[in-house]
């Protein structure tokens, strides 16, 4: 029999209230995935719990954990309406992407539209955001990228989707890990040439010998009003000093901090949440040779081989790729302040005092105050009002913006406010001198290795 000391009190907690989901489907012929319904559940509910268990007076969390039912989760009305909230927009969602089987999303799930779902060994989702014709005209026309970097999308049925690639991170094959490096140096200059940023580890992977860029939705985007001069500091592939190093370059060689997830300890047999702590980068950015993670820095001179390379064949070929820009219609990300500043203020609501006596509306609106917008907009009110609606219902907002127009607008298109900027002229700007600017560009990876 387990002490009750040795006992993982997260992983009891999150396999009881699996269980208590089991009865969530979309309908008799498809069901949500266990594995998110298992983390959204306890995700939204693991605060409530622990302060119960002591508000009860209760001294065996085993026991109390043991006898939760659906009627004592629902009588918790705030974390409830949370997880009502959730799920009726993955029905939704499904209903319009027309999923079959089991429904799995990754990632946030997002208010109004917005989430990507796991769909046959494809990755669906309605509407935006849809880049893949100018990124693949301009990859076409600098004839330098390797295909395999950048996966095929669909428009299907009036649903987008892109092809799943499977992690391929694996090799005793030293040459295979030469030709990786190399092919990734080759991506950088494209990346730097589409002002792309949220390039981080968790939105590259790894299939020998190319890195797969599987979202590049957060393209052409504006001029960051706190840090205006764009670099590759800005874009995730390489760490940023004083951080934590979440970059597509070396993000996972060290473990990191995590504040935005309730984690759950077990104290000498008592229940304890803990938000700092340290934990393993789950991503599939890095390459393993022979059994081992490859140290980046024997293979800078690659790197910045492949770098020169591409750079020299964009900066040739600059004329053709700004007529493309100019005339292909492009749907981007539009990120008006950065997911964790969302998810850290959900879950700051979710602490019953908190929740019991504030109203769910206006501590969203108190706490996005605080934190100023990435970019500027013509008017605040409208995107403030629809980032806190969301928010109140355990969701992270996601906006959208046509890369030739001011207009700011959620998956169903609806006008939430505008730039001040058009994306499309903040990259005319971007690429008046793009030698000069490639050229600081590589200065700075070379030194960040």
Known sequence: MLLRSSINYERHLKDKLLELSAYVNVDSSCKIDPSFLREYYYKFYAQTLVYNFYVEKQDNFVEYVDSLSKEYLHSFKVPTSFVSAVLSQVFDDAKKLNLQNEVVPLGDVHYKGGTKYLNNKKISFHNYPNYDTLVRTIADIVNVIPVSCLPLQNNESGALSREFIDVNNVTDDEKKVEEYFYNLGVVIPFLLLLRAIDVYAENILVNLPYPVLFDLECIFTGVHEKDPNYSLFHTGIIKVPENNDVSALTGGMEQIYSYLHPSLHNENGLPKIKWKIKSDLKADNLVLLRGNYVDVTKYIDILLKGFDCSSNQISKRMADVRKAVLEIPTYIRYIHRPTYIYSSRIQHYLFPNVYETQDSIKFMREGLQSHSPMFAVTESEGILNYESESMSKGMVPVFYNEIHSNDVFN???????????????????????????????RKILRDSI
């Open 411 to 441: 998956s169903n298109g609806d006008l939430i406010t505008k730039n001040k900027v058009k994306p499309v002229d903040v990259w005319l700007s971007h690429i008046t001198n793009i030698e000069e600017f490639f050229y600081k560009q």
